[in-house]
């Protein structure tokens, strides 16, 4: 088998340098904190668990591939510009239509 990044487990990636491609997790609201050292396939998660601390990925970025929360700020970024452009747009016209 190969031992490119395409190849191994997602796990292992966050494994190789923990504090970058992931974080620590905790939810203690039904007991202690359940986060082990080593990170494994138990202890990582790439969602968000109901129960107990895991090794999480950092803001919705894994590996380099955007989340859904990068593309949503994008989306409303462009909303904005969007509306913007329209308001601007329907000034020109009512000051080119009083003009006449």
């Known amino acids: 088998m190969s031992k490119t990044d395409k190849t191994r487990p997602w796990w292992v990636r966050m494994a190789?340098?923990?504090?970058?491609?992931?974080?620590?997790?905790?939810?203690?609201?039904?007991g202690p904190c359940t986060?082990?050292?080593?990170?494994?396939?138990?202890s990582a998660s790439r969602s968000t668990r109901t129960v107990g601390c895991y090794w999480g990925a950092p803001a919705g970025r894994w590996f380099g591939h955007t989340g859904r929360g990068g593309y949503l700020e994008r989306y409303h970024?462009?909303?904005?510009?969007?509306?913007?452009?329209?308001?601007?747009?329907?000034?020109?016209?009512?000051?080119?239509?009083?003009?006449d």
């Open 16 to 30: 190789e340098t923990p504090m970058v491609t992931c974080l620590p997790v905790h939810d203690h609201r039904f």
């Open 77 to 99: 970024l462009l909303r904005e510009e969007r509306r913007s452009n329209r308001r601007r747009a329907r000034r020109e016209l009512r000051a080119y239509l009083d003009t």
């Open 35 to 42: 986060l082990s050292d080593r990170i494994t396939a138990d």
